[in-house]
């Protein structure tokens, strides 16, 4: 028996190279020109300013930094070194855009000396804290 002769062998590898190549374009220019999924656009962007401590409460001074209005719909208390919460306003809260609201968390006992953590969550889930101290 006779092998395939080497003209026609250089044919059937120049042809598969061929196909080969034209289907590998063709998959990667359909996932090229795919567009990529939409990047979120952060709508909103709040800031904690101050913390105010008080016998039985604490006021967070919170700032809506973007252009249109926010909503908190939670603010915390947290025991810096524990990581528990303390006390917790969940009462939602409107801020328009660049104003600044005081949320008053009410406290079940006095502070003791510590660090502490004030943090407010948006509807939305953004959320902002500040680290306090009480000496």
Do not use: C, H
């Not at 939409?38 to 016998?55: C, D, G, L, T, Y």
């Not at 990581?83 to 079940?108: W, Y």
């Amino acid at each position: 028996m006779k092998g395939v002769s080497p003209l026609i062998a250089t044919v059937l590898l120049i042809l598969i190279s061929v196909a080969t190549s034209a289907i590998l374009w063709v998959w990667v220019s359909s996932m090229v020109s795919q567009t990529p999924p939409e990047i979120p656009f952060i709508s909103e962007r709040v800031k904690i300013e101050a913390v105010n401590v008080n016998v039985n409460t604490v006021e967070i001074f919170v700032r809506n930094l973007m252009n249109n209005e926010v909503r908190i719909g939670s603010s915390y208390v947290i025991n810096g070194s524990s990581g528990l919460t303390i006390a917790q306003n969940l009462s939602s809260f409107k801020i328009d855009s660049g104003d600044v609201v005081k949320i008053t968390v009410e406290l079940k006992t006095v502070l003791p000396k510590g660090v502490y953590i004030a943090k407010v969550t948006t509807i939305r889930g953004y959320e902002a804290s500040y680290v306090f101290a009480i000496t």
